[in-house]
């Protein structure tokens, strides 16, 4: 539906069973996305500032062919505009200090320590974080938190039994069980 305001036209978001969890943790071809959610998601961006457009015209992105999927600009949003230092440093300092408690559920704690991690690797690959490291900095940040699961979960790194996979897995599996 357009809705004008101001001389500008105005999508309001469809309805859609993508959420934004997709656009983090899946690929373009696992989103389902019709075409009132390309047309939204391509009008929210050449709607943008001119900074970000002409930083997404300078990383390849072409504004007379919208046929891709939104997924597509989304990630090559978040890697061209995130590659500043101070980007880089807003997501080590939110990824070592990101606390479980601020979080509800805890799958979202999760989900965002994932993304942190992440997108800390793809804007700058000297900066990605390494998996026992992140693992040492997820496991203090859930130690008041958790106590009991975070002791049980040091030991498991000390004998090198606990990767970041299975990290994310045990606290995926904590998620689960919080929500019964």
């Known amino acids: 539906m357009r809705l004008f305001r101001d001389g500008r036209i105005y999508f309001s978001r469809p309805s859609s069973s993508t959420t934004w969890r997709d656009y983090v943790l899946k690929t373009s071809a696992e989103i389902d996305e019709n075409g009132q959610t390309k047309t939204y998601v391509f009008t929210m961006i050449l709607q943008s500032t001119t900074l970000v457009r002409d930083r997404l015209t300078k990383a390849g992105f072409d504004f007379n062919d919208v046929t891709g999927y939104p997924k597509d600009l989304s990630d090559l949003i978040l890697r061209t505009i995130s590659k500043t230092g101070a980007a880089i440093g807003d997501l080590i300092r939110e990824f070592t200090q990101i606390k479980p408690s601020t979080f509800s559920p ?27 490291l992140a693992t040492w900095i997820i496991l203090n940040t859930i130690k008041q938190t958790y ?25 995926a599996a904590e998620a689960s069980h919080e929500a019964l």
């Not at 699961?149 to 897995?169: A, Q, Y």
């Open 147 to 171: 106590p009991d699961r975070h002791r049980f979960l040091v030991r498991d790194i000390e004998s090198e039994t606990l990767t970041w996979g299975k990290l994310m897995e045990e606290m």
């Open 106 to 132: 805890l799958t979202t704690f999760n989900a965002r320590a994932q993304l942190l991690k992440r997108r800390i690797a793809e804007a700058d690959e000297n900066c990605a974080i390494p998996d026992k």
